[in-house]
């Protein structure tokens, strides 16, 4: 087999390249390890940035999310004790934000290939890069047991953080910046009428999230101890934890039911340095990950896939590489701009285990300035809606 591009991993950050590649006349083929079904069973992000959101509807993907989609021009703090207060993205950087969930951008991408009869095959086994030093890099793989050779001129990595793409890459080549947090989140999804707002509350018991899909759709988290096991969690002990934290006018306004899914998430962040190496680049997941308290994660795949796939049409279309060459320095720093702010709300909004005294009043004030100073919510609406795309 041969094509231009070879996309290893079909999730959204493959999907999205193929299909704006293909709308640049480069050809691609996606390689993806699960089933279509499997893909579309994961309940992952919701929060999409402005940039996201022009991004998909200038490549012909965005009619459902314009349709179905909730727009919305901030979120909520709380903590318990203290007056909630809002901080208004719109007003202070003109830029809103869309709740549609991943599940569907990925059905919705799905869709656009099997149009334009795309080259998506799932359940690609033993997918492996090879000879990316060279000019002559190829995939291997095995598909409906045959052993298939893709050669092709770059290969793309987009197979998250577990994939085998950065693992080609040699340690000494690859620079890692990790953090953990001692603490996950537990998540529901629940055929509920969600809160007018996405609300973020800090409280002793630890941190909680309201947010939402649809008009009949909500997602709540809480904070949970990493060695959480889903069965001691009816979802009777998650709605009474939930409402524990929150303030009493907002957890008699949340509206109960059965959970449609329950799933916990270890929280990281995690940076890897270049995001290329010869002819292979890293998008998405595969080169970063960021804990999810700053709803990032899919918009920084989405922003990488945007200067990837400008990169690609520049050099094929106009013959020139200085996009590609600076890949990975810009998307590196759109990256780091959203680990920071994803840090900083992590540290702003749960409580750590074995934190000292200091910790916690000094984690009290900071929230007291946020909601006080005029000038902290407007920096803070500048992180949080992200990064206007470098020219
Ligand atoms: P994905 O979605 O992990 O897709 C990678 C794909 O690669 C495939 N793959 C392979 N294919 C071939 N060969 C191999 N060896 C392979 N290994 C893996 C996988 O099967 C998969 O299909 O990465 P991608 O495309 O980079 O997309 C990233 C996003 O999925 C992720 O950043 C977000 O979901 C993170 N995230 C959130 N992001 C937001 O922007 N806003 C949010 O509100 C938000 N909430 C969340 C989140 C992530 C969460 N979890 C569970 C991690 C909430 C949660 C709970
Ligand atoms: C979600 O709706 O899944 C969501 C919202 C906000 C976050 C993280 C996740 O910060």
Known sequence: MKTQ???IGGGPAGLLL???????GVDSVVLEKHSREYVLSRIRAGVLEQTTVDVLRSNGVGDRMEREGHVHDGMKIVWAGRESFFIDVKKHVNKRFMAYGQTNIQEDLFVAADIRGAKVLTEAEDVQPVDVTTDHPYVTFRHNGESVRLSCDYIVGCDGFHGVSRKSIPSSV???FEKEYPFGWLGILSETPP?????Y????????????????????YIQAPLDTKLEDWSDDRFWRELKARFPKELADAIATGPSIEKSIAPLRSFVAEPMRYGQLFLAGDAAHIVPPTGAKGLNLA????????????????QG????????????????WSSVRTSWYLTNLLHRFPGASDFDQRAQEFELDYLKSSH?????????YAGLSFEQ
């Open 5 to 7: 591009v070879a996309i």
């Open 18 to 24: 193929s299909e704006i590649l293909h709308r640049h």
């Open 174 to 176: 690859l620079r890692i």
């Open 195 to 199: 809160l007018p707002d996405i609300v």
């Open 201 to 220: 509350a800090n409280h002793p018991r630890g941190f909680a999230l309201a947010s939402m899909r649809s008009p009949m759709l909500s997602r709540y």
């Open 302 to 317: 989405v922003s990488d896939v945007f200067y990837l796939s400008r990169a690609l049409a520049a050099l094929y279309n």
């Open 320 to 335: 020139s590489e200085a996009l590609l060459e600076q890949y990975s320095d810009m998307a590196l720093r759109r990256v």
């Open 375 to 383: 000038h902290a919510q407007a920096a803070l609406a500048e992180q």
